[in-house]
């Protein structure tokens, strides 16, 4: 018999248990394929990285701090907002399974159970009625009855709503410092002179003053 390419020669002469051990590795290398996506949308990467990004554009630093920066940032924020939830997958599903204590299936079943309550808790009940209606699924009676099929889409327009809602409070007071800036420049006669060139320090002088990074992490932290 011909070989499938990708496949051993031997997968369909194996032992059961083989067999077995060979999908499992497969399921394992189709999740870590997906892991960018669960991150992205399953956790509060999306809030994070969002106003991140606001605090850079309102302080109109071009490429400062750079995009490594940010993400770097996002992801350790994340990780360390998430740690409970992963903390409960892990001795939940994770551990048990690995002691073969329960199945896959009911591994599965446990590790849903932490990540549903934390996306419920900021998701807004008007975007999770929207997926549940558009999708015709019954209205569920608890969190580990939500189908994560809607869920998911409710969950992440919630975080954009809200870091678009934080990103906003960000920038009013960038916003008035290049309005007062404009105002002078106009005054004297400078048309000609960039606004954003005279503003861009006193809005990095402001963000030091008041220990910006301090405060927007504080905020983010509190958020959740």
Same mark, same amino acid.
């Given at each position: 018999?011909?070989?499938?390419?990708?496949?051993?020669?031997?997968?369909?002469?194996?032992?059961?248990?083989?067999?077995?051990?060979?999908?499992?590795?497969?399921? %394992?290398?189709? %999740?870590?394929?997906?892991?960018?996506?669960?991150?992205?949308?399953?956790?509060?990467?999306?809030?994070?990285?969002?106003?991140?990004?606001?605090?850079?554009?309102?302080?109109?630093?071009?490429?400062?701090?750079?995009?490594?920066?940010?993400?770097?940032?996002?992801?350790?924020?994340?990780?360390?907002?998430?740690?409970?939830?992963?903390?409960? !997958?892990?001795?939940?599903? !994770?551990?048990?399974?690995?002691?073969?204590?329960?199945?896959?299936?009911?591994?599965? =079943?446990?590790?849903?159970?932490?990540?549903?309550?934390?996306?419920?808790?900021?998701?807004?009940?008007?975007?999770?009625?929207?997926?549940? =209606?558009?999708?015709?699924? #019954?209205?569920?009676? #608890?969190? =580990?009855? &939500?189908?994560?099929?809607?869920? $998911?889409?409710?969950?992440? !327009? =919630?975080?954009?709503?809200?870091?678009?809602?934080?990103?906003?409070? !960000?920038? &009013?007071?960038?916003?008035?410092?290049?309005?007062? %800036?404009?105002?002078?420049?106009?005054?004297?006669?400078?048309?000609?002179?960039?606004? $954003?060139?005279?503003?861009?320090?006193? #809005? &990095?002088?402001?963000?030091?003053?008041?220990?910006?990074?301090?405060?927007? $992490?504080?905020?983010?932290?509190?958020?959740?």
């Amino acid at each position: 018999m011909n070989s499938i390419p990708g496949i051993p020669a031997d997968f369909f002469t194996s032992q059961p248990q083989d067999v077995a051990t060979t999908l499992q590795l497969l399921l %394992v290398l189709t %999740v870590l394929s997906l892991a960018p996506a669960i991150l992205v949308l399953m956790t509060c990467f999306t809030r994070i990285i969002i106003v991140l990004s606001f605090v850079r554009t309102s302080l109109s630093t071009q490429q400062m701090p750079p995009n490594q920066v940010l993400v770097g940032l996002a992801l350790f924020l994340t990780f360390f907002v998430m740690a409970p939830v992963y903390g409960q !997958i892990n001795t939940q599903a !994770i551990q048990p399974y690995m002691k073969h204590e329960i199945t896959q299936k009911q591994a599965l =079943s446990k590790a849903q159970s932490p990540i549903k309550e934390f996306m419920a808790k900021e998701t807004r009940e008007k975007d999770l009625q929207l997926f549940l =209606s558009y999708g015709k699924y #019954k209205q569920p009676k #608890k969190v =580990s009855d &939500i189908p994560l099929t809607a869920l $998911v889409p409710a969950f992440t !327009i =919630s975080e954009l709503k809200t870091a678009f809602q934080m990103g906003f409070m !960000i920038f &009013i007071p960038f916003l008035v410092i290049d309005m007062v %800036v404009a105002s002078i420049l106009m005054a004297m006669g400078m048309m000609m002179l960039p606004p $954003v060139m005279i503003s861009l320090p006193f #809005k &990095i002088l402001l963000f030091i003053m008041v220990d910006g990074w301090y405060l927007i $992490v504080e905020s983010l932290l509190k958020s959740f």
